[in-house]
């Protein structure tokens, strides 16, 4: 039987420098999307593949993160009083158990792959995922589920993996495939952030990930790759050079960077019209937007 996967990290120590000045105070995680800050659409991802244990890497200035996950008694007792159940329950639902969480500090933003060793001492011996939190993705089955149920087959390392357009390929991890048939591609090796002419495919790799305890032993040797960062594609690539199984999950969904400004604005559009009590109004809105553009045209 394979270990089931149980832990998640999020690494959430970066700088957030694409939303300054509102990350000078603001963890960018915490920035809501309609009405739920970028990391609850991550716990939630997270709970409904079953994971029980949330590891955080933060940083200075991410108390606000912290508190966010404590529970709020009083606001609970006055909702109560006032018989706001619905809210009640809003606001329960976001109540973690109590130990569920750890917090562990990465001290320099020295990358994704060193914020993920920061955690190795909570991994210990067992799979784990990583769920980047400002990669939002709507999916009628949450991403993580997904692949938790694809990694039951394949064991091994899985990163989420989306195709996308040639010239939009440079910001992206990229996948060297073995052969491309189906959801799910047996990967022979992964290019950070190449040029569009040296991409090895056009699938890009997703902030979702199922890794081994062996990418943690890969990420001991600090090396240093694109924009002189300690970069997880490369301890993921490390992995197929060393003879393990990389695997790409072409997952059901839509993915919104959140990490950018046009990704956050597409984002919120995108949840707010899939909320019934916003619906109407946000899509007459845009319809009056849309037909002034195109008078003014
Ligand atoms: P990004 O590349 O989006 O960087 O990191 P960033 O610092 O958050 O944002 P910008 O580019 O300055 O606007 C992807 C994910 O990796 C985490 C980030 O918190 C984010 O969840 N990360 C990145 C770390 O935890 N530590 C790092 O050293 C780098």
């Not at 105070?25 to 997270?46: C, F, G, H, N, W």
């Not at 969480?101 to 067992?126: F, M, P, S, T």
């Not at 839509?254 to 909320?275: H, I, P, Y």
Request: net charge negative.
């Amino acid at each position: 039987m394979r270990n089931k996967v149980t832990k998640a990290i999020f690494p959430v120590a970066g700088l957030g420098t694409r939303f300054l000045p509102a990350t000078k105070s603001v963890p960018k995680e915490i920035m809501t999307l309609v009405d739920r800050p970028l990391i609850q659409y991550a716990i939630d991802e997270a709970r409904a593949a079953g994971i029980k244990e949330f590891i955080f890497v933060t940083s200075r200035g991410k108390s606000a993160l912290e508190d966010y996950f404590d529970h709020a008694p009083e606001l609970e007792t006055a909702l109560r009083k006032a018989g706001k159940t619905e809210l009640l329950q809003i606001l329960k639902n976001t109540n973690m158990e109590s130990g569920a969480i750890a917090y562990i500090r990465q001290h320099k933003a020295l990358g994704l792959g060193h914020a993920v060793w920061c955690a190795r001492r909570l991994i210990g011996d067992e799979p784990f995922a990583v769920i980047l939190p400002d990669d939002v993705i709507a999916a009628e089955q949450p991403c993580l589920q997904q692949m938790t149920e694809a990694y039951e087959e394949t064991g091994g390392a899985m990163v989420a993996a989306m195709d996308v357009p040639r010239e939009r390929i440079g910001s992206y991890g990229v996948l060297d495939l073995e052969d491309d048939k189906g959801d799910l591609v047996k990967v022979r090796g992964m290019v950070e952030k190449p040029t569009p002419d040296q991409a090895p495919s056009n699938l890009a790799v997703i902030g979702r990930y199922i890794l081994t305890p062996d990418v943690l032993k890969n990420l001991n040797r600090m090396k240093q790759g694109s924009g002189n960062e300690i970069q997880l594609t490369d301890a993921i690539a490390d992995e197929i050079a060393q003879g393990r199984d990389v695997y790409g999950y072409r997952f059901r969904g839509q993915r919104f960077d959140c990490g950018s400004k046009a990704g956050f604005l597409q984002a919120t559009v995108a949840f707010g019209l899939a909320r019934d009590d916003l619906r109407e109004d946000l899509l007459r809105y845009l319809h009056e937007l849309v037909s002034v553009e195109k008078a003014a045209q």
